[in-house]
């Protein structure tokens, strides 16, 4: 069992930037597909962005792209997602989630490990 903590989050304006940061407890972290899915009040929750084990192939939801950037860093068991020009319907707790497969995938139901999230709130 991965365990998986989310920071950076917080209140910013739009057009504002902010980097969320993802840690994971397993030192098998290159072994894991992670991701960024959000929730706000609501809704179901929405994929964001995913990103091979290497680390080397990425995936963005269309409302996001050209925005945010997911990144990986296998050393430090880490996954970051950094935003830009933040909108106000940018608004949600954010999670990271992981999957122990070679497949990237960019449905919620595929990742079995969690994160409890952390909250962007874009004001306008």
């Known amino acids: 069992q991965v365990q998986l903590v989310e920071t950076g989050g917080g209140v910013v304006q739009a057009g504002d930037s902010l980097t969320l940061s993802c840690v994971a407890s397993?030192?098998?972290?290159?072994?894991?597909?992670m991701c960024w899915v959000r929730q706000a009040p609501g809704d179901a929750r929405e994929f964001v962005a995913a990103?091979?084990?290497?680390?080397?192939?990425?995936y963005y939801a269309d409302s996001v792209k050209g925005r945010f950037t997911i990144s990986k860093d296998n050393a430090k068991n880490s996954v970051y997602l950094q935003m830009n020009a933040l909108r106000p319907e940018d608004t949600a707790v954010y999670y990271c989630?992981?999957?122990?497969?070679?497949?990237?995938?960019?449905?919620?139901?595929?990742?079995?490990?969690w994160g409890q999230g952390t909250q962007v709130t874009v004001s306008s």
């Open positions: 990103i091979r084990r290497s680390g080397g192939g990425t």
């Open positions: 989630a992981a999957n122990p497969t070679y497949t990237i995938t960019k449905y919620p139901a595929n990742y079995p490990h």
């Open positions: 397993r030192h098998t972290f290159s072994s894991y597909v």
